[in-house]
């Protein structure tokens, strides 16, 4: 959706491919199934029936998909860990806390990662979230000590000269909501120099 950039929304850029590759006359139907964060890349699905729309968004609601990220970390967080926290959101400043206990206003939120590499100060980790709170991977690891690189909003330390964060959404599988048949997509996380470092290791 639009924000404060005024930079044109992603569903719109869809929308246009949509129409001329399939020489659509008319406005073209576009579902947002789910969202990412603006400064995170990866997969991201579009439904182009109102029906599978419907029948994506129960998926999501039911938890009957399975989304693994990728994220840059700082520091040196376990080999394997779950982590479970409650999160409030500040709408006004647009960020999320973490708290270890029950809060009367927090949605439990929890995760597993697993460290893949080590490169000086820098982790590469898997993540899979099993709830899917606003900000939740980006608050949770900054709340063990281990922010996603050129996160400044949850801790990092600089933002990164590329730009954007150094989360990335992997993978993301499902049974497609018509067929049944299972489905994987995957997108290779971005070619620039910060992550090329990782990239071989996966």
Known sequence: QGDETG????????????????????????????RLDRPVSGVVVFARTSKALSRMNALFQKRETKKIYLALAEGHPKKE?????????????????????????????????????????????QVEPLTGRPHQIRVQLASIGCPVAGDVKYGSKASHPEGGIFLHAYRLSF????????????????????????TPLL
């Open 7 to 34: 930079d044109e929304p992603l569903g719109e850029s869809v929308k246009r491919y949509i129409k001329i590759k399939y020489k659509k006359p008319g406005a073209v139907f576009l579902g947002v199934v789910h």
């Open 81 to 125: 860990e779950t982590l479970k926290h409650w999160l409030t959101k500040d709408e006004a400043k647009n960020k999320a806390t973490a708290y270890t206990r029950p809060h009367p206003d927090g949605k439990e939120s929890e995760l597993t990662y697993k460290t893949l590499a080590v490169r000086g100060g820098v982790s590469l980790l």
């Open 175 to 198: 049974a497609h909501p018509v067929s049944q048949a299972p489905m994987a997509l995957q997108a290779p996380p971005p070619d620039i120099e910060f992550w090329n470092i990782f």
